[in-house]
């Protein structure tokens, strides 16, 4: 498969979804955000708000009380969506362990955004009607979430940068400098991808 997926894992306030933005724009290529819970709802036949309530978040209590489907059969079926979106070509997937479920059968750019906690708080207030002590007290709530629901699922760490190909610093760089760095190495990749798969066609 001569495909190349990115994978954007990211702290909350980072610009991780405007790089996403930034990408598919640049490269033609479709995102997946909470999108991904509307397809994977559209697939298994449910409401999205299954999904909503366990978007990243491990939460072991949400079982079939109600009749509806456990955490981890959720997580199964957003991940079988994720596979057959990444057969069609090309796209980028922000978070939800999307590096680690399509690291065995795709070709990947793994991206990891951060941010000082000053840079972040200050992009969450600017967002939000949040003061500065609830914009710090929703990042360590959100940190928490994502890398809980990172090692449950993929028994590793989330901000493990060996498990990554690039990390950027946004409070360093700027998003659209960070977008048109992976840009050119998306389209040294993909070159790459393409001769190897025109030579075995051969």
């Not at 909350?12 to 790089?19: A, M, R, W």
């Not at 940190?143 to 760490?157: L, T, V």
């Not at 989330?158 to 950027?168: E, G």
Request: glycine share 6%; hydrophobic share 35%.
């Amino acid at each position: 498969m001569n495909n190349l997926i990115i994978t954007i894992g990211r702290e909350i306030g980072s610009g991780g979804l405007t790089l996403a933005e930034l990408l598919s724009k640049k490269l033609n290529i479709p995102y997946y955000d909470k999108r991904i819970l509307t397809e994977s709802a559209k697939q298994a036949g449910l409401n999205p708000k299954f999904f909503e309530k366990v978007d990243e978040t491990v939460n072991k209590g949400f079982f079939r009380s109600t009749g509806v489907l456990c955490n981890e059969e959720l997580f199964n079926i957003q991940c079988e969506t994720m596979r057959h979106i990444a057969t069609k070509g090309s796209c980028i997937f922000v978070g939800r362990c999307a590096d680690y479920i399509l690291e065995k059968d795709y070709h990947l750019l793994r991206i990891f955004i951060k941010s000082s906690i000053e840079e972040r708080a200050k992009t969450i207030i600017s967002k939000t009607d949040l003061n500065e002590e609830e914009a710090l007290n929703k990042i360590k709530e959100v940190d928490k979430k994502r890398s809980e629901f990172y090692k449950y699922y993929s028994f590793r760490g989330w901000k493990d940068l060996s498990h990554y190909d690039l990390s950027f610093d946004s409070s360093i760089f700027p998003i659209e400098k960070i977008s048109d760095i992976i840009c050119g190495i998306y389209k040294e990749l993909l070159f790459s991808i393409n001769e190897k798969y025109s030579t075995k066609l051969k």
